[in-house]
C-alpha cells in the first residue's frame, strides 16, 4: 500500500525518479513512499521537523547524525526496512530529537516545577514527591528526560545518605533550631532535607546539572544555642568551652570564617576562632580558656561562608545581662506578735533598685530591711527588684502568730479488717512535714494518706501524728482507737472429699469472726445439721454442693457453698470399643483435651491454628512481663481473650489469641495457657458461652444456675476504655470471677479506674463444668477449688502434677496501690506451675500484681483436668 505525504521532512528519500538525490533537508515535497517506517516514526519525523521550521540553529554533530539518518532511510527504500535498519532509524531519530531538545513540553515541565514547588511547602514528604518526578521524567521518553531522570535519582541517593548520618549522629528526635536558607527552627530532620533539595532540582529541570562547584553548606543546629558566660577571677570564659553546627555538605572548600561581631554588627578583632570540620555533618568551634572580658555587651559569634551570603550567629550573654530575677530570705520564718523579721535580698543579674512590700501596708526601699509585724496572721510579703534592662517580683508568705499544733481527722472509727482508713491533716501553723504512726508498726510522711488494717485487734490501734516546721515540732495521738474486727467469714473443711459410695465425710468449721453462735449445714442431698462439726454419710454416687451458714451474737450471718465439694463415687471402668456405650461412658469417652502455651508481645494477635468448629478453647492461665503501667487517659486496660477469625494455615476459621495491657512505649511480653476441649462433649460435660459489654464494678447474671452446673470459670477476658486510677491503696484493684453463692452463676467483673460512671466494659467468656454421675468417679475427669485470700508471689495446693494439668479461671486482687512508675519485670502472673523442686509434684498458684508497699491479697479459682484425658501435641483439625 503506497501514500503520498506532503511534509517538512528530517531526511530526503530517493525514489525512483520522484525527487533528486540531492534535496536539502527541510524543503517541501511529495513522495511517494511504503509506510514501513510506521505512524509512531512518521510523527516523531513530523515534531522534529515542525521544530526546525521554526528557524532554530543546530549545531554540526546534529547535522552530521541527520546526514547518517538519511543514508539508512535510503538505504531502506532500496532494500527494504528490516529489523536491524529499523532499530538504527530509531537510534538515530532519538540523538536527533536529543539534539533540537525535543522531550518536555511546556506542561511537563510546569508539572514538574509544581512538584518541586510541593517539596518546598511540605519538605517532610520530599522522598515521595522525589520519586514521582522520577516518575514523570521516565513516563516522558526522550534521552533530555531521561538524564534528568538519573541526576534526581543521584540527588536522592545522597540525600538518604546524608538523613542515615545525622540520624546515627544525632538520634530520630533530633530538630533544627536555627532558620537557614529556607529551613526554619523547629523543623525535622525530614523537612530539612527536603528544604535543602528545592534548588538542585530545578537547577536540574532548567537544563543545568546538580553537581555544584563548591556545595552548599546546610546548617541545622547549633549548639548551645547562646554562649552564656560565667566570672572567673578577673576573666569571662565560657565554661561548656565547645560550641558545634550540626548540618551535611561540610567541606574544605566550603569551611567557613568564625568572628565576634558587636551590636551594630561589625567584626571585633580582638579574638581569633578557628572553627575546624570534624566531619562532613559537624563542625566545632573550641572556645575553651577564651577570655571574653573585652567584649562589648550583646555582641555574637557569626559564621560566614565562602559560597553562601546568609550567616549563622550566637548571642553571647555576660553574667550581669539582662533583668533580674527577684529571690529573698527571712528569718525567723514564723513565731508569735510583735515579730520582727529580718529580710534578706539574694536576688541575681545585680539589680540597682529593691521595692518591698510586707503585706501590712508597709513597704521598703533597702536592700536587706528589717520589718517588725504587729498582728498574729498571715502576711504576703513581696519584693521588686529592677535594672535598666527591666524588673522582676517575688512573694512569699509569713505566718505571725500561729502555733504550731498538731490535729487529724480519719474517715471510719471501727470495721472489719482488712480496714480503708483515710486520715486528714488538720494541724494548724503550716506544718511543712508530717510523720505518722498507725500503731500497727507501719508509718506515713504522707499529709493525707490512706492506711489499710490488716490484722483484727478489737482493743483498737492508736495513731500518732507528729508535725513540724523550720525545728519546732508538735505531736497528737488520738484519743479514739482504730478498732478493727474480724470479718465473720464462713468457711469449712472435710475429710475425706471422695470416695466410694457410701461415703462418710466429717466436716469441720474453719469459720472467722467473733462470737459465733450458730451453724447451719446444707449438705446437698437434702439433709441438714445445726452441730459444729458434723459428720455425714452420703449414701448415692453424685457431686454434692456444701453449704454453711453461720451466726454470730449480733446477728450477722455469712455464708460458704463449695460447689461440688463432695465425690462419692463408683469405680468407672471404660468397656471395650465395639460395645454400646451408656450415656455414662458415653460423655467419658467423648472427653477430650488439649493444654498449649504460647508466646507474644502485647498487642500481638496470635493465630492459634485451632479449628472453631470442632473445639472450643480459653485462657487458663496468662503473664505480663517488663511492662510500665500506662495510668494516663482512657484507653482498653486488659486484653486476655480467644476470638474467632479466618485461619490462612488451616484454611478455615480458627481461633485467635489477643494478648495486651495498657503500658507506656514498650510492649510487655505475655505467657498465655490455653485448654481446648473437643466440643463432641459441649453439652453433655461441659458449657461455653460468650458475654458482651458487660458493666465493670456490678454482678450479672449469666441465666446458668448452679443446680446444673457445679463450677463456672472465666477462660477469656477484655477490659475495654478505662483510666487506671493509680493513687492509693483501693479494695479492689482487679477481678473476673464468677461467683456461684446463689441459685444462679453471676460474672463478677471490675478494675479500678478514676470514673465511677460510667465504668470500663468487659467482654467475658465462661466455661462451664456440667454436674452428673459420670463425674462422681474414683478418678474425675475434672477436678476444682478456690484458693481464697492468700499473699504474693505463690499458694502451694496439694493438686498433683503426675494426675492433673492445672490453670487459673478466675482471679482477684484486693488491697493494693498500683505502681504505675517506671519499667518492672513483672506487670502481673495469674498462672499455675509446677513446684520449682521437681520432687514436690504439686501445683502451685502464681500469682502477683505490681503494687506499691504492702502486698496485695489474691483469690483464685483453679480448674484442672485428668491427664487421662489429656492428648499431646496441638489439637488435629
Wanted: aromatic content about 10%; hydrophobic content about 35%; some cysteine.
Amino acid at each position: 500500500m503506497k501514500r503520498f505525504f506532503c511534509i517538512f521532512l528530517l531526511m530526503t528519500f530517493l525514489l525512483g525518479g520522484c525527487i533528486p538525490s540531492d534535496f536539502n533537508f527541510g524543503l517541501k515535497a511529495e513522495i511517494e513512499t511504503s509506510s514501513e517506517l510506521g505512524p509512531d516514526t512518521l510523527a516523531r519525523i513530523d515534531a522534529v521537523n515542525q521544530t526546525l521550521a521554526t528557524g532554530m540553529e543546530i549545531g554540526p554533530e546534529t547535522r552530521q547524525v541527520i546526514r547518517e539518518l538519511n543514508e539508512t532511510i535510503r538505504q531502506g527504500v532500496k532494500a527494504g526496512f528490516d529489523e536491524a535498519t529499523l532499530k538504527r532509524v530509531d537510534s538515530l531519530l532519538r540523538v536527533v530529537e536529543d539534539g533540537v531538545k525535543i522531550g518536555l513540553d511546556e506542561d511537563t515541565l510546569s508539572t514538574l516545577n509544581g512538584m518541586v514547588d510541593t517539596i518546598d511547602r511540605m519538605p517532610g514528604n520530599w522522598e515521595n514527591s522525589a520519586t514521582e518526578i522520577i516518575r514523570t521524567l521516565e513516563r516522558s521518553g526522550g534521552t533530555l528526560a531521561g538524564r534528568m531522570a538519573d541526576e534526581i535519582k543521584v540527588v536522592m541517593a545522597e540525600a538518604r545518605l546524608n538523613m542515615q548520618q545525622m540520624t546515627a549522629m544525632a538520634g530520630t528526635e533530633f530538630r533544627c533550631n536555627v532558620d537557614f536558607l529556607g529551613s526554619k527552627a523547629g523543623a525535622t530532620l525530614q523537612e530539612f532535607i527536603g528544604h535543602s533539595l528545592v534548588g538542585r532540582l530545578r537547577n536540574i529541570l532548567a537544563g543545568g546539572t546538580a553537581a555544584e562547584p563548591i556545595p552548599t553548606p546546610w546548617v541545622c543546629q547549633v549548639i548551645p544555642e547562646r554562649i552564656d558566660l560565667v566570672k572567673v577571677g578577673d576573666r569571662m570564659l565560657f565554661e561548656m568551652g565547645i560550641l558545634t553546627l550540626t548540618g551535611y555538605n561540610y567541606t574544605d572548600a566550603n569551611s567557613p570564617r568564625a568572628y565576634i561581631a558587636d551590636e551594630a554588627g561589625n567584626p571585633l578583632p580582638n579574638l581569633t576562632l578557628y572553627p575546624y570540620r570534624t566531619s562532613p555533618y559537624q563542625i566545632q568551634l573550641n572556645l575553651q580558656g577564651l577570655d571574653f572580658s573585652a567584649i562589648p555587651p550583646r555582641s555574637r559569634i557569626v559564621f560566614q561562608w565562602p559560597n553562601e551570603p546568609e550567616t549563622s550567629g550566637v548571642a553571647i550573654l555576660f553574667p550581669n545581662e539582662g533583668a533580674p530575677v527577684a529571690r529573698f530570705t527571712f528569718t525567723p520564718t514564723g513565731g508569735n506578735a510583735p515579730l520582727t523579721v529580718q529580710f534578706t535580698d539574694t536576688s541575681e543579674g545585680s539589680p540597682s533598685q529593691w521595692q518591698w512590700d510586707f503585706g501590712d501596708g508597709s513597704t521598703s526601699n533597702e536592700r536587706n530591711p528589717t520589718h517588725t509585724f504587729l498582728e498574729s496572721r498571715s502576711y504576703t510579703v513581696q519584693l521588686t527588684v529592677s535594672n535598666p534592662l527591666g524588673s522582676s517580683s517575688v512573694s512569699q508568705v509569713l505566718s505571725v502568730g500561729e502555733t504550731l499544733v498538731a490535729d487529724f481527722s480519719f474517715s471510719v472509727r471501727q470495721g472489719v479488717a482488712p480496714l480503708i482508713v483515710e486520715f486528714t491533716d488538720r494541724s494548724s501553723g503550716a506544718p511543712t512535714a508530717w510523720e505518722w504512726d498507725f500503731g500497727d508498726g507501719e508509718r506515713s510522711t504522707e499529709q493525707n494518706p490512706i492506711h489499710v488494717y490488716m490484722v483484727p485487734r478489737p482493743e483498737g490501734y492508736t495513731v500518732t501524728l507528729r508535725v513540724s516546721k523550720d525545728g519546732q515540732t508538735a505531736a497528737k495521738t488520738g484519743a479514739d482507737r482504730i478498732l478493727v474486727y474480724e470479718k465473720l467469714q464462713a468457711d469449712f473443711v472435710a475429710d475425706p472429699t471422695s470416695g466410694k459410695s457410701p461415703l462418710t465425710v466429717a466436716f469441720r468449721d474453719t469459720s472467722t469472726g467473733s462470737n459465733i453462735i450458730a451453724w447451719q449445714w446444707d449438705f446437698g442431698d437434702g439433709s441438714t445439721s445445726d452441730q459444729r462439726n458434723p459428720t455425714h454419710t452420703y449414701s448415692a454416687n453424685n457431686l454434692y454442693d456444701v453449704t454453711l451458714t453461720v451466726t454470730n451474737s449480733m446477728g450477722e450471718t455469712s455464708t460458704k457453698t463449695r460447689r461440688g465439694y463432695i465425690n462419692a463415687f463408683q469405680i468407672v471402668r471404660l468397656p471395650r470399643p465395639g460395645f454400646i456405650l451408656p450415656p455414662l461412658f458415653s460423655i467419658l469417652q467423648d472427653i477430650e483435651a488439649y493444654t498449649l502455651n504460647f508466646t507474644l508481645n502485647g498487642g500481638q494477635k496470635l493465630d492459634i491454628q485451632v479449628p472453631y468448629e470442632k473445639y472450643v478453647c480459653g485462657v487458663i492461665g496468662m503473664e505480663a512481663l517488663s511492662g510500665d503501667i500506662q495510668e494516663n487517659g482512657t484507653g482498653d486496660i486488659l486484653k486476655a481473650y480467644l476470638f474467632r477469625q479466618y485461619s490462612p494455615a488451616l484454611g478455615k476459621e480458627g481461633w485467635w489469641l489477643d494478648a495486651d495491657f495498657r503500658s507506656h512505649n514498650t510492649n510487655e511480653k505475655w505467657g498465655v495457657d490455653i485448654l481446648c476441649l473437643n466440643r463432641k462433649s459441649e453439652g453433655g460435660a461441659f458449657l461455653y458461652k460468650e458475654f458482651r459489654s458487660l458493666e465493670g464494678g456490678e454482678k450479672h447474671n449469666t441465666g446458668i444456675f448452679t443446680a446444673d452446673y457445679y463450677f463456672c470459670g472465666i477462660v477469656g477476658q477484655m477490659a475495654l476504655n478505662g483510666d487506671i486510677y493509680e493513687y492509693g491503696t483501693h479494695e479492689v484493684l482487679w477481678q473476673a470471677r464468677m461467683d456461684g453463692s446463689g441459685p444462679e452463676w453471676q460474672i463478677v467483673v471490675d478494675f479500678i479506674t478514676h470514673s465511677e460512671k460510667p465504668e470500663e466494659r468487659w467482654d467475658v467468656e465462661v466455661l462451664c463444668l456440667k454436674k452428673g454421675a459420670f463425674l462422681a468417679t474414683d478418678n474425675p475427669v475434672f477436678k476444682t477449688d478456690t484458693i481464697e485470700h492468700f499473699s504474693p508471689p505463690a499458694y502451694l495446693t496439694s493438686i498433683s502434677t503426675e494426675d492433673y494439668a492445672c490453670g487459673v479461671a478466675g482471679i482477684a486482687f484486693k488491697y493494693g496501690d498500683i505502681d504505675e512508675n517506671g519499667t518492672h519485670p513483672i506487670v502481673f502472673t495469674a498462672n499455675m506451675r509446677p513446684h520449682p523442686d521437681s520432687s514436690v509434684k504439686v501445683w502451685m498458684v502464681n500469682a502477683n500484681f505490681l503494687t506499691h508497699g504492702r502486698d496485695e491479697l489474691i483469690t483464685a479459682d483453679v480448674l484442672c483436668v485428668n491427664r487421662a484425658y489429656i492428648k499431646g501435641g496441638t489439637p488435629p483439625p
